[in-house]
């Protein structure tokens, strides 16, 4: 027997335990940028992805605190409309989860864990050195469905990578080509993460001719 829920009956976080546990791997943001002072805030987000490339298009679910107030992140992306998403691999998952700590907001992450920080060169918000990959994003627009989080959409407008994770004769990523030579860590459900060990290529096929046809 199948089960068939009824999302809109449920509580929120009923919804989000039961939504984000299905839709996984998800991939992680973690995203940098700069408070009102220039202190270097760091946060991951696991709703995010890229949505096309034509403007290239980044999407960041931001959620708020419990009592509706903006955490850093989004307040900062609010003022200066620009934010650094850093991909992390699984070495940095440790580091990656401490800037999820709630410090204050004059408190740098990446200070506080030791994190270095390079410049980047299309935006203000600096990158974290040891990230294998970091997006230069300026907010386009952000949507608000309600109270509890952010929808915002960003142009990408830069990338830095480390040297080696772009072959730039064939423009090909290689992943296991750098650092601790794995793919980008992926977030399943509640404080799990995953590496990608097992993949495999699968060619789109061509649609199969019927009989008598000619193409």
Known sequence: MTLSLDLNAMEP???????????IPRPV???TTLGPTGV????PYSFFNLFGQDP???VLGLEHRPDG???????????????????ATPALTESMVGTAA??????SEPEALGLATAPSAHVAPPRLADAPAAIECRRLTTLQF???????????????????????????????AVGDGDYPVARLFAD????LDEIAPMAIPAVPKTKGETR
């Open 102 to 107: 709630a410090y204050a907001s004059d408190v």
């Open 69 to 87: 107030s903006p955490k850093d992140t989004t307040a900062n992306i609010r003022r200066t409309g620009e934010f650094v998403v850093n991909i």
């Open 192 to 195: 799990r993460y995953a590496r």
């Open 29 to 31: 943001a973690w995203v």
């Open 40 to 43: 270097v805030n760091a946060a």
């Open 13 to 23: 976080q009923l919804r989000y335990k039961l939504l984000t546990a299905v839709v």
């Open 146 to 176: 309600s109270p509890e989080r952010d929808i915002v959409i960003g142009q990408a407008v830069g990338l830095a990578t480390a040297d080696g994770l772009i072959d730039t004769d064939a423009w090909r990523v290689r992943w296991d």
């Open 56 to 58: 290239a298009i980044v």
